[in-house]
């Protein structure tokens, strides 16, 4: 999964819009660097521009000042300051429970799930992955414990930097409880899409919360440039047919678990931004937002029920 930044952001520190002292923002103009709220904000597929700045690159003139546009934003809202600390602390519980997973007996740093864990019920791994039957069984905790897990050095390497690279951007233009939210309930459907593929194979692994947010990023570009064609679809076709390939050439990438993912994360923003009535950014964990998130979670919960019932 390649490098990506959805548009500029300053992350070095806090700011405030030049328009609008009140309001702290981490986004600013492409063109001067001047801090810029959302309101104040001009997006275009050649990035953020401030209203000073947005004329010129429509071809108007560029004396020209463009009325801000509306959005729909909870009272008291500021933006983000672009330090992700939702994405840090995820990333640090992943990488504490693999090094916990690493120091059971038999395991070590670059493989904390040795043959031996699929034998011994007692073992971390065996109590938290997903698997049908041992969901059938009342292990539904299993549904987001899942996703704290990862089989090796690589896996666990190349999940934490897609979830910094991809993650950070959105938890910026999300907020720090609806990005929270996005990424477990995305988690439990990419359990479920596992569940729905393969019941029967233990599964570990971040990918289904990560393809929710490359999801979430699909709908944010698709408000932001009205098209469905940029980097976020780029990403999401490029490492879908990594998977297909990786496992037709006898891997084990959990497909289903992407998928699923994927389809979690695009709902929760539909329902975030009210279904593109308003923006799915910059806004308080409301209503619309809070209700997508519970359908969808139960939805996933819901398909998982009746695919494992029958291992029982």
């Not at 996005?182 to 439990?188: A, K, T």
């Not at 709908?219 to 679809?233: H, K």
């Not at 891997?251 to 979690?264: K, V, Y």
Request: include cysteine; charge should be positive; glycine fraction near 14%.
């Amino acid at each position: 999964m390649t490098r990506t930044r959805l548009v500029p952001m300053s992350t070095a520190e806090t700011r405030h819009c030049y328009r609008h002292p009140d309001r702290e923002t981490g986004l600013s103009c492409s063109e001067c660097g001047r801090p810029i709220c959302a309101d104040c904000a001009t997006f275009a597929p050649v990035g953020i521009r401030c209203p000073d700045h947005a004329a010129v690159s429509g071809r108007r003139n560029p004396a020209t000042r463009l009325r801000p546009r509306p959005v729909r934003r909870a009272r008291g809202v500021a933006l983000a300051s672009g330090n992700a600390p939702v994405t840090k602390i995820l990333i640090g519980i992943n990488v504490a429970i693999y090094l916990i997973g690493a120091t059971q007996p038999g395991a070590s740093l670059s493989n904390p799930m040795p043959a031996h864990v699929f034998l011994d019920p007692s073992s971390l791994y065996h109590r938290l992955w997903l698997d049908g039957p041992d969901v059938a069984n009342g292990g539904w905790w299993r549904l987001i414990t899942a996703a704290f897990l990862h089989a090796n050095l690589l896996h666990i390497g190349f999940n934490m930097l897609a979830l910094w690279w991809i993650g950070a951007p959105v938890e910026n233009y999300l907020g720090r409880a609806r990005y929270l939210g996005l990424y477990l309930v995305s988690g439990l459907a990419g359990s479920a899409g596992a569940l729905i593929a393969t019941p029967l194979v233990p599964t570990v692994g971040a990918s289904g919360a990560i393809f929710g947010i490359l999801g979430a990023m699909l709908i944010l570009e698709w408000q932001l440039t009205g098209r469905l064609g940029g980097q976020a679809a780029t990403l999401i076709l490029i490492n879908l047919a990594i998977g297909f390939a990786y496992n037709g050439a006898g891997g084990n990438i959990s497909l289903g678990g992407h998928i699923g993912g994927l389809i979690g994360g695009i709902l929760v923003t539909l329902a975030y931004a009210e279904w593109r009535r308003g923006r799915g950014q910059y806004g308080n964990l409301d209503v619309a937002g809070s209700l997508g998130l519970v359908v969808v979670a139960a939805g996933s919960v819901a398909l998982a029920y009746f695919k494992v019932r029958g291992y029982a």
